[in-house]
């Protein structure tokens, strides 16, 4: 890609235009059509893109919001950024994500939106989530940060709720050099508005019509993006394939569940296994890079702690939280790497 990605920044550096414009909007309309949605917005980051969904939807303090404990933190510190409180529904024991019968118990009349998060690349249960949120008439949002190219009964992951998060951070699917994130979303007024919110609630400028913020799509990362948006789903099919080596040479271990209706794209590859520390130590002196994703879950980070909850709440999560070990998975890892790990793994666990 050297060629392509050195020609493209080029043309910005010289172009003098760096924030926005047309490099922009292009990657804007070519990631809309990758998912099927009608707008894509460029922003910041993946957390900006969160939280300028959730002040678009008007997400006040006295509103609750309802998401899973098990992710990064930046699926539920966006929602306490705009005052609101995040409600915790524990997951499903093997897909990792959202579980809608938990989730279903937790509406109040304070509930203003859900956020479903597809973690690791495997879309959340996305019709029951849906039914859910259109029976109580609120807003079901996509954290698509680990998901992008994975498919729910065939539709693009991110495609599906009222609007959807996706990140550029290095290490994703399709990674930036730098930050950088989008919102998509198919309803023209929140779009409108989130165009607004990221640059200073400005709908001409000067002119401010919403209390907004400073979150946009760098010009070089919109041009480095476009080219490796080409390579994504060969990259995505490569994840899945080292996915396929793992699950077929793995031993004794707890390899990931993938439900039948879905695409999963292997932003990671998490096994589980009781005795993960160890492992990951053996691993770690074997030069093998694993990690854990993610430990503590949220609702015992300690800026929750006014949440009020305790070990036990959310079991399930609780449980992943000590067994779950995310191995090396990247496009490009070869052959005697994936056979080092197997190896690696396969004689820990026996
Ligand atoms: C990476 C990530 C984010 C945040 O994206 P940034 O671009 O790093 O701000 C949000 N949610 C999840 C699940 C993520 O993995």
């Known amino acids: 890609m050297k060629e392509d990605i050195d020609n493209s920044v080029l043309k910005v550096l010289s172009s003098g235009g760096y924030i926005l414009g047309p490099e922009v909007e292009s990657f804007e309309h070519e990631m809309a059509e990758y998912l099927g949605s009608k707008h894509a917005i460029g922003v910041a980051s993946g957390t900006d893109a969160i939280f300028l969904i959730l002040k678009a939807l008007d997400v006040c303090p006295s509103d609750e919001v309802i998401t899973t404990p098990f992710t990064f933190i930046a699926t539920a510190d966006t929602i306490s950024n705009c005052g609101a409180k995040p409600v915790f529904a524990d997951i499903n024991p093997n897909t990792y994500n959202i579980d809608p019968n938990e989730v279903e118990k937790c509406f109040s009349s304070r509930t203003k939106a859900v956020i479903a998060v597809h973690l690791y690349g495997q879309p959340a249960e996305m019709d029951s989530l849906k039914a859910l949120t259109d029976s109580h008439g609120v807003p079901l949002v996509e954290d698509c940060a680990q998901s992008l190219g994975a498919e729910f009964k065939g539709r693009k992951a991110g495609s599906i709720g009222t609007a959807s998060a996706l990140s550029f951070f290095p290490t994703k699917n399709l990674g930036g050099a730098g930050d950088g994130g989008m919102v998509c979303t198919n309803d023209a007024r929140l779009a409108d508005r989130i165009r607004m919110l990221r640059v200073h609630g400005s709908h001409k400028k000067y002119h401010h019509s919403m209390i907004g913020i400073n979150s946009r799509l760098d010009a070089i990362q919109a041009a480095l993006l476009k080219v490796k948006l080409n390579?994504?789903?060969?990259?995505?099919?490569?994840?899945?394939?080292?996915?396929?080596?793992?699950?077929?040479?793995?031993?004794?271990?707890?390899?990931?569940?993938?439900?039948?209706?879905?695409?999963?794209?292997?932003?990671?590859?998490?096994?589980?296994?009781?005795?993960?520390?160890?492992?990951?130590?053996?691993?770690?002196?074997?030069?093998?890079?694993?990690?854990?994703?993610?430990?503590?879950?949220?609702?015992?980070?300690?800026?929750?702690?006014?949440?009020?909850?305790?070990?036990?709440?959310?079991?399930?999560?609780?449980?992943?939280?000590?067994?779950?070990?995310?191995?090396?998975?990247?496009?490009?890892?070869?052959?005697?790497?994936?056979?080092?790990?197997?190896?690696?793994?396969?004689?820990?666990?026996?």
Not at 271 to 282: G, N, V, Y
Not at 289 to 296: A, I, L, R
Not at 308 to 334: N, Q, Y
């Open 231 to 350: 390579y994504l789903d060969t990259w995505n099919g490569q994840r899945i394939e080292t996915a396929n080596y793992y699950n077929r040479n793995l031993k004794n271990i707890g390899t990931p569940y993938v439900m039948p209706s879905v695409s999963h794209v292997y932003h990671q590859y998490t096994i589980r296994i009781k005795q993960r520390d160890q492992l990951q130590e053996l691993l770690g002196e074997a030069g093998i890079g694993t990690s854990v994703y993610y430990k503590p879950p949220l609702h015992l980070q300690d800026c929750y702690r006014d949440l009020g909850h305790k070990r036990g709440d959310f079991p399930v999560s609780e449980k992943a939280s000590t067994e779950v070990l995310s191995l090396p998975m990247f496009p490009g890892i070869t052959q005697e790497e994936k056979e080092t790990v197997c190896d690696a793994v396969n004689n820990f666990s026996g």
